[in-house]
């Protein structure tokens, strides 16, 4: 997908000035796919009588570093901390990650039952969070941000179990053989493979034995096309970006109005600072 390189809120288009850059959705086996260039073998050339086992080695080791820097090392801090090493992450130009908490708003609906105590609005859900950081010594001044992000979990009503979808089944699919699943390449599956009326020409990869890291949730077929639940009721688009990034028109249908959009905080901050500092009146006296 491309960077975002807007430098001025002048330069968003509509959708985003109004709810913000659109982020993922919660991963699961269709939201957190492999990159479409993922490599599904790789080819290595030998004599036809002999095999190098020296360089058979060396490709091992060069396709394990390929991966490693594709998936999980994209930041010079995270390639120089596989040496064992350390650096500022303001050699990235990216901010410091000091603390991360993930909360469910799983339950409180605002007392009230009918229009007289709630007005518009009913079913609405408050929950109180407490997000901690511990002491930490900052070696420079800066600026720090709480950023907070709302997500439904992606829930569709015509997900289906991947197993479930497949025809012939082979030791492979169902016996969740550990030594295979940690040797075996990525397989490319397609949306007919997770979703009801799915389209078998949207392919995409996932690792050997996702389908055992994840379970897809099960809606009532009640549910489909009823207005006032938080599901996702067609498959997604074959376009990774538009599955991959949260639609907010998912879920307006939810809420009996969006001036306010679909939701909102109030927050407050107890922090303690600890200073090298004179007091006052050194600071009022000279010498």
């Given at each position: 997908?491309?960077?975002r390189t807007e430098a001025n809120p002048n330069e968003l288009n509509q959708?985003?000035?109004?709810?913000?850059?659109r982020c993922c959705h919660l991963k699961n086996i269709w939201t957190a796919p492999l990159p479409p260039e993922t490599e599904l073998s790789r080819q290595m050339t030998t004599?036809?009588?002999?095999?190098?086992?020296?360089?058979?080695?060396a490709a091992y080791a060069n396709l394990h570093t390929d991966?490693?820097?594709d998936y999980f090392m994209q930041r010079y801090h995270d390639v120089i901390s596989s040496f064992g090493g350390k650096t500022s992450y303001d050699a990235d130009n990216r901010p410091l990650l000091v603390m991360r908490s993930n909360l469910w708003a799983s339950g409180y609906d605002v007392d009230g039952t009918d229009q007289t105590s709630l007005g518009?609005?009913?079913g609405r859900v408050q929950?109180?969070?407490k997000h901690s950081v511990p002491r930490f010594f900052v070696p420079e001044h800066g600026t720090m941000f709480t950023l907070a992000l709302v997500r439904f979990p992606p829930t569709a009503t015509k997900e289906i179990q991947y197993l479930n979808a497949k025809g012939a089944l082979t030791y492979t699919d169902i016996a969740g053989d550990p030594v295979l699943y940690g040797n075996l390449p990525p397989r490319e599956i397609s949306m007919k493979d997770v979703f009801r009326s799915g389209d078998s020409s949207k392919k995409f990869k996932i690792a050997e034995g996702q389908w055992y890291r994840y379970a897809p949730s099960y809606v009532s077929p009640a549910y489909h096309l009823l207005e006032g639940?938080?599901?996702i009721q067609e498959p997604p688009s074959g376009d990774l970006q538009e599955r991959v990034l949260i639609r907010h028109h998912d879920y307006d249908q939810c809420f009996q109005s969006v001036q306010l959009l679909q939701w909102n905080s109030q927050v407050k901050f107890?922090?303690?600072v600890y200073r090298n500092l004179p007091t006052t009146r050194d600071s009022i006296m000279t010498s």
């Open positions: 997908m491309p960077d959708d985003d000035a109004r709810y913000g850059f004599s036809t009588t002999s095999i190098d086992i020296m360089g058979l080695q991966q490693e820097r518009q609005f009913s929950q109180t969070y639940f938080p599901f107890n922090v303690t």
